[in-house]
């Protein structure tokens, strides 16, 4: 595996080498595009010299159905032949002889272990046809999916036969390539532009699985979105998948001066994102030029977002996000993780006895979707990283998004000032309005004086508001900036008592924050990046802004995996960080113990085997049992599927993220990772 500094170097040099591959292409770009939906004749000089495909393959290959001859050109990995036990993803091109070259050259630059599969237009074509028109005549029958209505145009270019070419496809071309070269044929993806790009669209609604990614370049639908919708709208009856869900990462693009291509690839991208498949990753990008001169970005750029469903790191694409971030093809699973020098230590699973095959089977079937949809799944054993896997939308280096796992670090933030002196144990103890000083008490709901620090990161405030009022706050967010917001709170609260002061998930983070903001020098954002974040090393990481001003403190952070298991280690190790006290060790004691019961009625990710949940100062707790052995867990936790979990009894931790995910995570560790530790 490639060292990421390296590895960022090799792809630096790459991208200045695609510049200059693209001024060259595009000098020469109109000379090859007559593309469009709309047959235009245009006669070719057919005397000129063959071109010399020195690194591809030329097989000949026959559509038996139609009894059609067409060629494919293939291109193999530089370490194919010394390899045997390799596989490789594939791209499967149509208008071959036009994208072969920057095809070939951008792979070469950002994916070298791949398999490049170019499907020619119709050798044997009528000749007076191939003559008027060009070689390229058959790619508007073969790439157009219906029929045109004029009489004229359809008897002399037979349009509308996507569906055959289609199956000339799946049938004969992928057949063949999976039989004699060793495809992947979980990773195969298909590029077209232009008419290729409507093929695409058709195949992506008719025949989803036949590609795992698609790209689609300015693809000549402008008159073609209602019969896509169709087409969209019957998938659901023909979907075997149980969920009904299309599998696809998609990729669309078209050129900012296309101006007819707006509305229709605006219609398009809604008809795909209105089906909310989990299983459809969608990316739309504007390319600058226009429908010829915008093709040699398209290619470059899709190349650039498709090495992200293949590579298990982004490095060389910094503007996706995660939710943009296409769906891996194939899982990352690592019983022996990589020694990052990031301050993890790694080791294998085996090290200490644990048991790698019962925990590659069960990361087999998260890959395979048997566990519902995960992100991530990594083991820290007796101090050590020993295992480590990304399914789906998790990659190595890309922070994922936290939701309510952010409870737990704001909660070590709060610790963190209690180490340092800006505040005592006893102080949780303390009304949380006297910290406040900008607070007029006098328009106070009765009873706020019984929040403590204590009652608010137990969830425990008391505080009581509807619905409608928070929408009142949203609307208006200047009534909520800084110490406001606890005012605002604090007036349109239900009146406070002992009675209502039972655990109600809901209102606590944002009044701790309040508290740190007024407690440390500087701010409470400074605080966090200068006393937790770069103690720890994270630098990766995203942490947003609440309406109030202040860094948010309930949700909407992002960490990546491994960062994940550094705040998990500084707890699991009382505060300590490198020999260095970082968060007060009484503190961490309350905050990961289970100070009340919440019931067992529902237990986020439990199961049969999970039982006793209780709470902390926003860390949860749970009873694993295996066997008639029980084991006390504790863990953040994120709605869509984020933890960190401890189990200190077998010196373990497990961090795990998701972001769809109706899942059974802690009824997964008891019944499957647990024993494997035993």
């Known amino acids: 595996m490639i060292d990421s500094n390296k590895k960022l170097k090799k792809l630096t040099m790459r991208a200045i080498q695609i510049v200059l591959l693209i001024t060259v292409v595009l000098f020469n770009t109109a000379l090859t595009f007559a593309q469009g939906k709309s047959v235009k004749t245009k006669k070719h000089d057919t005397k000129r010299s063959s071109l010399g495909l020195s690194h591809f393959e030329v097989i000949p290959i026959t559509n038996a159905k139609m009894e059609r001859n067409y060629e494919l050109y293939i291109k193999l990995p530089k370490n194919y032949s010394k390899t045997t036990d390799v596989t490789y993803p594939v791209i499967y091109f149509t208008d071959a002889s036009w994208h072969l070259e920057i095809l070939s050259a951008s792979t070469e630059y950002m994916l070298e272990d791949i398999i490049l599969v170019g499907i020619s237009w119709q050798k044997d074509i009528n000749k007076d046809l191939k003559e008027e028109i060009g070689e390229h005549v058959s790619r508007f029958r073969d790439y157009s999916m219906q029929k045109s209505t004029k009489p004229e145009i359809q008897t002399k270019y037979q349009l509308g036969q996507a569906n055959t070419h289609l199956d000339f496809i799946r049938d004969e071309v992928i057949t063949y390539v999976e039989r004699n070269y060793r495809a992947d044929s979980r990773s195969r993806t298909y590029f077209g532009y232009s008419l290729g790009g409507e093929f695409g669209a058709y195949t992506l609604l008719t025949q989803p699985d ?107 694409v910094k503007d996706l996000s995660f939710f943009d971030i296409p769906q891996t093809n194939n899982a990352f699973i690592s019983t022996e993780p990589e020694d990052r020098k990031d301050g993890i230590s790694v080791g294998k699973i085996t090290d200490n006895g644990g048991n790698t095959k019962m925990i590659r089977e069960l990361a087999e079937e998260i890959a395979n979707k048997k566990h519902d949809y995960y992100d991530s799944f990594l083991i820290y054993h007796k101090d050590q990283l020993v295992f480590e896997s990304y399914y789906s939308r998790g990659r190595m280096n890309l922070p994922h998004p936290q939701a309510s796992a952010t409870k737990a670090y704001t909660s070590l933030a709060l610790g963190r000032a209690i180490q340092m002196g800006y505040l005592t144990m006893a102080d949780l103890e303390k009304p949380l309005v006297d910290f406040l000083k900008e607070l007029d008490s006098t328009k106070f709901v009765e009873g706020a004086e019984l929040i403590t620090l204590h009652k608010a990161l137990t969830m425990s405030t008391g505080i009581r508001i509807s619905e409608e009022q928070w929408e009142a706050f949203r609307k208006n967010p200047n009534q909520i900036q800084g110490q406001q917001q606890i005012q605002a709170i604090l007036e349109h609260s239900a009146p406070i008592t002992p009675a209502t002061q039972e655990f109600k998930y809901g209102t606590g983070p944002d009044l701790v924050m309040q508290v740190i903001e007024v407690v440390v020098p500087g701010s409470a954002e400074d605080f966090i990046k200068t006393e937790l974040l770069d103690k720890l090393g994270i630098t990766n990481y995203t942490w947003k802004t609440s309406p109030s001003g202040l860094p948010e403190a309930g949700w909407r952070t992002s960490f990546t995996s491994r960062d994940m298991v550094k705040w998990g280690k500084l707890t699991k190790n009382k505060g300590k960080w490198n020999g260095e006290q970082l968060i007060s060790e009484a503190f961490i004691d309350k905050a990961i113990s289970r100070i009340l019961l919440t019931g067992d009625d529902d237990v986020y990710g439990g199961g049969k085997d999970v039982s006793k949940q209780g709470y902390g100062y926003y860390w949860w707790s749970a009873d694993l049992k295996v066997g008639d052995a029980t084991y006390f867990c504790r863990s953040a936790q994120g709605g869509g599927g984020q933890y960190i979990i401890l189990i200190d009894e077998l010196d373990l931790m497990v961090v795990v993220t998701a972001h769809d995910n109706e899942n059974k995570t802690l009824q997964i560790i008891a019944e499957r990772i647990l024993p494997a530790f035993l």
Request: proline share 4%; hydrophobic share 35%; charged share 20%.
């Open 210 to 316: 036949t590609f795992t990614n698609y790209i689609l370049g300015s693809p000549s639908i402008q008159n073609e979105v209602p019969y896509l919708s169709s087409l969209n709208a019957k998938l659901d009856s023909i979907t075997s998948d149980a969920d009904k869900s299309l599998h696809a990462n998609v990729f669309l693009s078209y050129g900012n001066q296309e101006s007819k291509m707006v509305e229709p690839m605006e219609e398009f991208f809604r008809v795909l994102k209105g089906r909310r498949d989990r299983g459809l990753s969608l990316q739309k990008k504007l390319i600058e030029g226009n429908h010829q001169t915008a093709f040699p970005m398209t290619a470059v750029q899709s190349i650039a977002w498709l090495s992200t469903t293949i590579n298990h790191d982004t490095i060389g």
